[in-house]
């Protein structure tokens, strides 16, 4: 059984921070990618940022200079540093992790999400 668990979103005013975490937990081999991705009302899910294991992170245009991601394998541990945030952030903010189980089948798990509001 493999969980994937987002918490640290809130309410925040424009030009704030908050840090996103998330963790996964359970009986797996290996993480192979984590990323953040975003849903605001109406819209489609869309990536913010994403970290291969072993690779540089990947950031979506928007978000660029302002927010920052990290993970922590010993951890099995993702945050999202989000700096100087706009309105046009909020948005819930789901955690997915691409996942090698020890079948050595390849899963893809999501969160539940945290909701992110910026107040201008």
């Known amino acids: 059984q493999v969980q994937v668990a987002e918490s640290g979103g809130g309410l925040v005013q424009a030009g704030g921070s908050l840090r996103l975490s998330c963790v996964a937990s359970?009986?797996?081999?290996?993480?192979?990618?984590m990323g953040w991705y975003r849903q605001a009302p109406g819209k489609q899910r869309d990536l913010v940022a994403a970290?291969?294991?072993?690779?540089?992170?990947v950031y979506a245009d928007s978000v660029k200079g302002r927010f920052t991601i990290s993970r922590d394998n010993t951890k099995n541990t993702l945050y999202l540093q989000m700096n100087n945030l706009k309105p046009e952030d909020t948005a819930v903010y789901y955690c997915?992790?691409?996942?090698?189980?020890?079948?050595?089948?390849?899963?893809?798990?999501w969160g539940q999400g945290t909701q992110v509001t910026v107040s201008s």
């Open positions: 997915n992790a691409i996942i090698l189980l020890r079948t050595w089948a390849q899963r893809d798990y």
């Open positions: 359970g009986n797996f081999a290996s993480i192979k990618t």
């Open positions: 970290i291969p294991s072993g690779s540089s992170p």
